[in-house]
């Protein structure tokens, strides 16, 4: 889920001052009114007017946007477990006074759904005045780990993380900024360039019950395996050690009808 904020600048270049210029198939001319470019044929070229603010420039164009305030809905469900296994990332006890006053604080109030952007830019490591020149790309993460043997709306609450991840220090098109336009009449259009603060909002969690069937599983294949083992341990002693031999006649006892053979062998025994 993505939420867009941006404001538009017109499209423009370096310069201090309005001007106009004609973009033709050939050249490029400029001229600080339209006198000259009302002889060209509307075919070889377009007229485009340039106004400040300019592109380029270093004022933060979303330094007013620090006090917006953003909701954030989520519902989540374990419907393996049954349908009471549902519930939202407000808190049962909000109200809407509650929800008109709060704003989320990592301490003071961790489970508000409404967040204060200059908040997220801080929570996310970074400063929101440089943030706010050029725009940037937060993710705001929801983990929810459920222990679904307890109270459930007790033990199954959110938590909220925040990060940018586009690169500020990168040299070409550094933050977040897209162009579009607004078309008038034939052949003329207004186009913009828009900085903003893109927020992409991702939801993680997982949720486990006891079931005494799945753990009796377990336990037997536990026991299993120790019986494997032992078989396992004996065959490597008696084929691949040195004393192999010695271990085969502590370990077993051979049956013979001969008594003398069989007090011989107890002889070398003991």
Not at 82 to 87: H, I, L, Q
Not at 91 to 115: I, S
Not at 255 to 268: I, L, Q, S, W, Y
């Amino acid at each position: 889920m993505d939420l867009h904020i941006s404001f538009p600048s017109l499209y423009q270049v370096s310069t201090d001052k309005d001007h106009w210029f004609d973009m033709s198939i050939r050249d490029l001319t400029w001229a600080t009114d339209a006198t000259k470019l009302a002889t060209l044929p509307p075919i070889f070229g377009g007229l485009i007017c340039l106004s400040c603010p300019l592109v380029g420039t270093d004022r933060p164009l979303l330094e007013e946007t620090a006090d917006f305030t953003v909701l954030i809905k989520n519902f989540i469900e374990f419907p393996m477990f049954g349908k009471t296994f549902r519930r939202r990332n407000m808190m049962e006890d909000a109200n809407k006074t509650y929800l008109q006053t709060c704003n989320f604080n990592q301490e003071r109030d961790p489970f508000c759904p409404v967040f204060r952007i200059g908040d997220i830019v801080h929570f996310a490591g970074e400063n929101f005045t440089q943030l706010a020149v050029r725009g940037g790309v937060i993710v705001i993460s929801i983990d929810w780990n459920c222990n679904l043997d307890w109270d459930f709306l007790e033990f199954c609450k959110p938590m909220y993380s925040f990060r940018r991840v586009d690169n500020p220090n990168t040299n070409i098109a550094p933050g977040w900024n897209f162009r579009h336009a607004n078309y008038h009449e034939e052949n003329r259009r207004t186009l913009f360039k828009s900085y903003g603060i893109r927020f992409v909002i991702e939801v993680r969690g997982q949720g486990a019950k006891f079931n005494i069937l799945p753990t009796m599983l377990n336990i037997a294949s536990g026991l299993a395996l120790l019986g494997v083992t032992t078989v396992v341990c004996d065959f490597i002693i008696l084929y691949f050690t040195e004393s192999g031999m010695f271990y085969k006649e502590v370990k077993f006892l051979l049956v013979d009808d001969d008594p003398e053979k069989r007090m011989g062998m107890m002889a070398r025994r003991m």
